[in-house]
Protein backbone atom coordinates (compact mmCIF):
# COMPACT_ATOMS: atom_id res chain seq x y z
CA UNK A 1 0.00 0.00 0.00
CA UNK A 2 2.30 3.27 -1.60
CA UNK A 3 1.60 6.79 -0.69
CA UNK A 4 -0.14 8.72 1.76
CA UNK A 5 -2.77 5.94 2.57
CA UNK A 6 -0.27 3.16 3.33
CA UNK A 7 1.97 6.01 5.87
CA UNK A 8 -1.21 6.74 7.17
CA UNK A 9 -2.47 3.38 8.02
CA UNK A 10 1.36 2.49 9.76
CA UNK A 11 0.69 5.04 11.36
CA UNK A 12 -2.32 4.77 12.77
CA UNK A 13 -0.83 1.19 13.44
CA UNK A 14 2.35 2.47 15.05
CA UNK A 15 0.41 4.71 17.75
CA UNK A 16 -2.05 1.55 18.58
CA UNK A 17 0.28 -0.61 19.60
CA UNK A 18 2.92 1.86 21.41
CA UNK A 19 -0.90 2.71 23.35
CA UNK A 20 -0.83 -1.19 24.44
CA UNK A 21 2.78 -1.51 25.18
CA UNK A 22 2.82 1.37 27.06
CA UNK A 23 -0.30 -0.06 29.47
CA UNK A 24 1.35 -3.43 29.40
CA UNK A 25 4.33 -1.46 31.05
CA UNK A 26 6.97 -0.55 27.71
CA UNK A 27 8.49 2.90 27.85
CA UNK A 28 7.85 3.44 24.24
CA UNK A 29 10.65 5.63 21.83
CA UNK A 30 10.20 6.84 18.21
CA UNK A 31 13.31 7.01 16.27
CA UNK A 32 13.53 9.83 13.81
CA UNK A 33 15.57 7.86 11.44
CA UNK A 34 13.79 5.93 8.80
CA UNK A 35 16.62 3.38 9.44
CA UNK A 36 14.81 2.03 12.51
CA UNK A 37 11.28 1.23 12.81
CA UNK A 38 8.55 3.65 13.67
CA UNK A 39 8.64 2.92 17.56
CA UNK A 40 10.81 0.50 20.16
CA UNK A 41 9.54 -0.61 23.60
CA UNK A 42 11.73 -1.39 26.31
CA UNK A 43 10.28 -2.80 29.94
CA UNK A 44 13.35 -3.59 31.51
CA UNK A 45 16.88 -3.77 31.40
CA UNK A 46 18.21 -7.85 30.39
CA UNK A 47 15.07 -8.08 28.07
CA UNK A 48 15.44 -7.50 24.44
CA UNK A 49 13.21 -4.58 23.55
CA UNK A 50 10.56 -4.58 20.79
CA UNK A 51 10.92 -3.13 17.13
CA UNK A 52 7.17 -2.15 16.21
CA UNK A 53 6.71 -3.01 12.46
CA UNK A 54 2.91 -2.20 11.29
CA UNK A 55 1.82 -4.29 8.55
CA UNK A 56 -0.44 -3.38 5.67
CA UNK A 57 -1.50 -6.46 3.35
CA UNK A 58 0.83 -5.19 1.06
CA UNK A 59 3.66 -5.64 3.66
CA UNK A 60 3.23 -8.79 4.40
CA UNK A 61 5.33 -10.33 1.76
CA UNK A 62 8.61 -12.62 2.81
CA UNK A 63 10.63 -9.99 1.34
CA UNK A 64 9.29 -7.51 3.68
CA UNK A 65 8.59 -9.52 6.62
CA UNK A 66 12.41 -11.25 6.29
CA UNK A 67 14.17 -7.77 6.04
CA UNK A 68 12.58 -6.59 9.73
CA UNK A 69 13.43 -9.55 11.27
CA UNK A 70 16.84 -9.50 10.01
CA UNK A 71 17.08 -5.55 11.17
CA UNK A 72 16.04 -6.74 14.54
CA UNK A 73 17.97 -9.85 14.88
CA UNK A 74 20.97 -7.84 14.02
CA UNK A 75 20.48 -5.09 16.79
CA UNK A 76 19.24 -7.74 19.60
CA UNK A 77 15.95 -7.03 19.41
CA UNK A 78 12.89 -8.95 19.33
CA UNK A 79 9.70 -7.75 16.86
CA UNK A 80 6.53 -7.02 17.53
CA UNK A 81 4.23 -7.20 14.03
CA UNK A 82 1.64 -5.28 14.16
CA UNK A 83 -2.12 -5.96 11.86
CA UNK A 84 -5.39 -4.97 11.86
CA UNK A 85 -7.25 -7.73 9.83
CA UNK A 86 -7.43 -11.46 10.39
CA UNK A 87 -5.85 -11.82 6.61
CA UNK A 88 -2.87 -10.13 7.27
CA UNK A 89 -2.21 -12.11 10.70
CA UNK A 90 -2.91 -15.57 8.98
CA UNK A 91 -0.30 -14.12 6.31
CA UNK A 92 2.19 -13.06 8.73
CA UNK A 93 1.90 -16.92 10.65
CA UNK A 94 2.28 -18.64 7.25
CA UNK A 95 5.18 -16.81 6.80
CA UNK A 96 6.92 -17.62 9.84
CA UNK A 97 5.15 -21.19 10.00
CA UNK A 98 7.49 -23.92 10.10
CA UNK A 99 9.08 -23.91 7.39
CA UNK A 100 9.93 -19.97 8.89
CA UNK A 101 10.38 -17.68 5.67
CA UNK A 102 9.54 -20.90 3.26
CA UNK A 103 7.60 -22.15 0.86
CA UNK A 104 8.07 -25.60 1.88
CA UNK A 105 10.25 -28.08 2.70
CA UNK A 106 10.88 -32.13 2.67
CA UNK A 107 13.55 -34.56 3.36
CA UNK A 108 15.65 -31.49 4.03
CA UNK A 109 14.98 -30.17 0.77
CA UNK A 110 13.63 -26.60 0.75
CA UNK A 111 11.86 -24.58 -1.96
CA UNK A 112 12.25 -20.72 -1.72
CA UNK A 113 10.70 -17.37 -1.77
CA UNK A 114 11.58 -15.47 -5.24
CA UNK A 115 13.30 -12.08 -3.44
CA UNK A 116 13.76 -8.71 -5.07
CA UNK A 117 17.27 -9.09 -5.71
CA UNK A 118 19.51 -9.60 -8.85
CA UNK A 119 21.58 -12.38 -9.10
CA UNK A 120 25.38 -10.99 -9.28
CA UNK A 121 27.98 -13.78 -11.66
CA UNK A 122 31.52 -14.32 -11.34
CA UNK A 123 32.77 -11.63 -14.41
CA UNK A 124 30.32 -8.73 -13.92
CA UNK A 125 26.53 -8.86 -15.04
CA UNK A 126 22.97 -10.33 -13.85
CA UNK A 127 21.47 -13.33 -14.29
CA UNK A 128 18.80 -13.35 -16.71
CA UNK A 129 16.41 -15.58 -18.82
CA UNK A 130 14.50 -14.90 -22.19
CA UNK A 131 11.10 -14.80 -21.75
CA UNK A 132 8.80 -14.82 -24.53
CA UNK A 133 4.97 -15.62 -22.52
CA UNK A 134 2.33 -12.59 -22.11
CA UNK A 135 2.31 -11.26 -18.55
CA UNK A 136 5.36 -11.73 -16.10
CA UNK A 137 7.03 -14.97 -16.22
CA UNK A 138 6.57 -17.15 -12.36
CA UNK A 139 9.82 -17.92 -11.08
CA UNK A 140 10.72 -20.97 -8.35
CA UNK A 141 13.71 -22.22 -6.51
CA UNK A 142 13.90 -25.48 -5.05
CA UNK A 143 16.70 -28.13 -3.57
CA UNK A 144 16.99 -31.59 -4.86
CA UNK A 145 19.04 -34.40 -5.33
CA UNK A 146 19.23 -34.43 -9.26
CA UNK A 147 21.42 -34.22 -11.16
CA UNK A 148 23.83 -35.99 -9.28
CA UNK A 149 27.06 -35.21 -11.46
CA UNK A 150 29.12 -31.89 -11.60
CA UNK A 151 26.87 -28.87 -11.85
CA UNK A 152 27.93 -25.31 -11.60
CA UNK A 153 29.40 -24.28 -8.03
CA UNK A 154 30.76 -21.06 -6.56
CA UNK A 155 34.08 -21.00 -4.97
CA UNK A 156 35.06 -23.02 -2.61
CA UNK A 157 31.63 -24.91 -2.88
CA UNK A 158 32.10 -28.73 -3.10
CA UNK A 159 29.38 -30.14 -5.70
CA UNK A 160 31.22 -33.70 -6.26
CA UNK A 161 30.92 -34.68 -2.18
CA UNK A 162 27.76 -37.04 -1.36
CA UNK A 163 26.76 -38.30 1.61
CA UNK A 164 26.35 -41.83 3.71
CA UNK A 165 22.88 -42.14 1.34
CA UNK A 166 24.65 -41.13 -1.54
CA UNK A 167 23.16 -38.45 -2.42
CA UNK A 168 24.85 -35.07 -2.48
CA UNK A 169 26.20 -33.24 0.11
CA UNK A 170 25.60 -30.20 -1.46
CA UNK A 171 21.70 -30.20 -2.66
CA UNK A 172 21.38 -29.34 -5.96
CA UNK A 173 19.86 -25.87 -6.66
CA UNK A 174 17.21 -25.86 -9.54
CA UNK A 175 16.00 -22.44 -11.03
CA UNK A 176 12.40 -22.79 -12.93
CA UNK A 177 10.44 -20.81 -15.28
CA UNK A 178 6.68 -21.14 -15.34
CA UNK A 179 7.65 -24.84 -14.81
CA UNK A 180 10.72 -25.20 -17.00
CA UNK A 181 14.12 -25.54 -15.19
CA UNK A 182 16.83 -22.88 -16.78
CA UNK A 183 19.65 -23.32 -14.44
CA UNK A 184 20.55 -25.45 -11.97
CA UNK A 185 23.63 -24.75 -8.54
CA UNK A 186 25.54 -26.85 -6.40
CA UNK A 187 23.39 -25.70 -3.39
CA UNK A 188 22.67 -21.44 -1.80
CA UNK A 189 26.26 -21.03 -1.24
CA UNK A 190 26.63 -20.72 -4.89
CA UNK A 191 24.59 -17.99 -5.45
CA UNK A 192 27.02 -15.47 -3.90
CA UNK A 193 28.85 -15.63 -7.18
CA UNK A 194 27.85 -17.78 -9.23
CA UNK A 195 29.50 -18.85 -12.33
CA UNK A 196 28.03 -16.81 -15.49
CA UNK A 197 27.73 -20.20 -17.57
CA UNK A 198 25.16 -21.66 -14.97
CA UNK A 199 22.31 -18.55 -16.19
CA UNK A 200 21.41 -18.91 -20.25
CA UNK A 201 21.89 -15.66 -19.96
CA UNK A 202 23.59 -12.50 -18.08
CA UNK A 203 23.52 -8.63 -18.61
CA UNK A 204 25.44 -5.80 -17.56
CA UNK A 205 26.12 -2.24 -18.57
CA UNK A 206 28.99 -1.04 -20.87
CA UNK A 207 31.27 1.77 -19.00
CA UNK A 208 31.65 3.21 -22.55
CA UNK A 209 28.12 3.72 -24.12
CA UNK A 210 26.09 2.86 -21.06
CA UNK A 211 24.10 0.03 -23.35
CA UNK A 212 23.18 -2.94 -21.55
CA UNK A 213 24.94 -5.89 -23.21
CA UNK A 214 23.38 -9.52 -22.51
CA UNK A 215 25.41 -12.18 -23.13
CA UNK A 216 24.96 -15.81 -23.85
CA UNK A 217 26.21 -17.58 -20.33
CA UNK A 218 27.51 -21.13 -22.65
CA UNK A 219 30.26 -18.66 -24.68
CA UNK A 220 29.86 -15.15 -23.74
CA UNK A 221 28.64 -14.22 -27.06
CA UNK A 222 26.72 -10.84 -27.10
CA UNK A 223 23.32 -11.78 -28.09
CA UNK A 224 21.47 -8.66 -27.52
CA UNK A 225 22.13 -4.33 -27.01
CA UNK A 226 19.86 -2.10 -25.55
CA UNK A 227 19.88 1.13 -24.53
CA UNK A 228 18.18 1.01 -21.02
CA UNK A 229 16.33 -1.57 -18.71
CA UNK A 230 13.15 -1.49 -20.66
CA UNK A 231 14.31 -2.05 -23.57
CA UNK A 232 16.24 -4.91 -22.82
CA UNK A 233 13.38 -6.09 -20.84
CA UNK A 234 11.18 -5.34 -24.39
CA UNK A 235 13.46 -7.71 -26.19
CA UNK A 236 12.46 -10.74 -23.76
CA UNK A 237 15.27 -10.46 -20.82
CA UNK A 238 13.93 -10.31 -17.60
CA UNK A 239 16.21 -10.59 -14.69
CA UNK A 240 16.57 -14.08 -12.42
CA UNK A 241 15.10 -12.84 -8.99
CA UNK A 242 17.51 -14.19 -6.07
CA UNK A 243 15.16 -16.62 -3.74
CA UNK A 244 14.99 -15.71 -0.32
CA UNK A 245 17.42 -17.94 1.99
CA UNK A 246 16.32 -17.68 5.35
CA UNK A 247 20.09 -18.35 6.33
CA UNK A 248 21.62 -15.73 4.07
CA UNK A 249 18.74 -13.24 5.32
CA UNK A 250 18.60 -14.04 9.08
CA UNK A 251 22.29 -15.31 9.69
CA UNK A 252 23.99 -19.30 9.88
CA UNK A 253 21.65 -20.05 12.94
CA UNK A 254 18.40 -19.89 11.05
CA UNK A 255 19.95 -22.31 8.26
CA UNK A 256 19.03 -25.88 7.80
CA UNK A 257 20.92 -26.99 10.86
CA UNK A 258 18.95 -25.01 13.18
CA UNK A 259 17.95 -26.51 15.99
CA UNK A 260 14.00 -27.52 16.80
CA UNK A 261 12.68 -25.32 19.47
CA UNK A 262 9.13 -25.20 21.52
CA UNK A 263 7.16 -23.82 18.25
CA UNK A 264 8.80 -20.27 18.00
CA UNK A 265 7.18 -16.60 18.80
CA UNK A 266 3.75 -15.85 20.64
CA UNK A 267 1.65 -13.50 19.57
CA UNK A 268 -0.43 -10.90 21.83
CA UNK A 269 -3.35 -12.51 22.14
CA UNK A 270 -2.12 -16.25 22.98
CA UNK A 271 -1.69 -17.95 19.94
CA UNK A 272 1.09 -19.79 18.84
CA UNK A 273 3.53 -18.34 15.94
CA UNK A 274 6.86 -19.13 14.13
CA UNK A 275 8.44 -22.59 13.81
CA UNK A 276 11.82 -23.82 14.54
CA UNK A 277 14.97 -21.27 14.35
CA UNK A 278 12.80 -18.08 15.18
CA UNK A 279 12.22 -18.98 18.78
CA UNK A 280 11.00 -16.05 20.81
CA UNK A 281 11.98 -13.73 17.94
CA UNK A 282 8.69 -11.98 17.05
CA UNK A 283 5.27 -11.55 17.99
CA UNK A 284 1.44 -10.75 16.88
CA UNK A 285 -0.22 -7.95 17.78
CA UNK A 286 -3.82 -7.41 16.39
CA UNK A 287 -5.62 -3.90 16.59
CA UNK A 288 -8.88 -2.88 15.53
CA UNK A 289 -9.21 -0.90 12.19
CA UNK A 290 -10.67 2.46 12.74
CA UNK A 291 -11.75 4.49 10.03
CA UNK A 292 -10.00 8.17 9.61
CA UNK A 293 -11.53 10.72 10.93
Known amino acids: MPGPL ?16 ADDGYEVSHPETRAEPPAV ?10 AVEPLTPDDATATVIGSRLAHAIDRDRRVCFVVEDDATAETVRSLLADPPLLVAE ?3 RRTFHAGPDRIPVAGGGYACVRFEGLGEPTFAWRETDTPAGPVPAGAGVDAAAVDEAGRPAVPRLV ?3 DGRVVAVLAGVESLR ?3 AEAFPYAYSR ?3 DKRFRVRRGADGAVV ?3 SGFAPMKSAGYVPIPMPIVPEHVLGPAYGPDRGVGSGGGREGDGEDGAGPGLDDAWELIRVDAVDPA
Open 206 to 208: HPD
Open 193 to 195: EPP
Open 175 to 177: CEV
Open 106 to 108: RDG
Open 41 to 50: ATRSEGEASL
Open 6 to 21: GDATRQRLTDAAATRL
Open 224 to 226: ESA
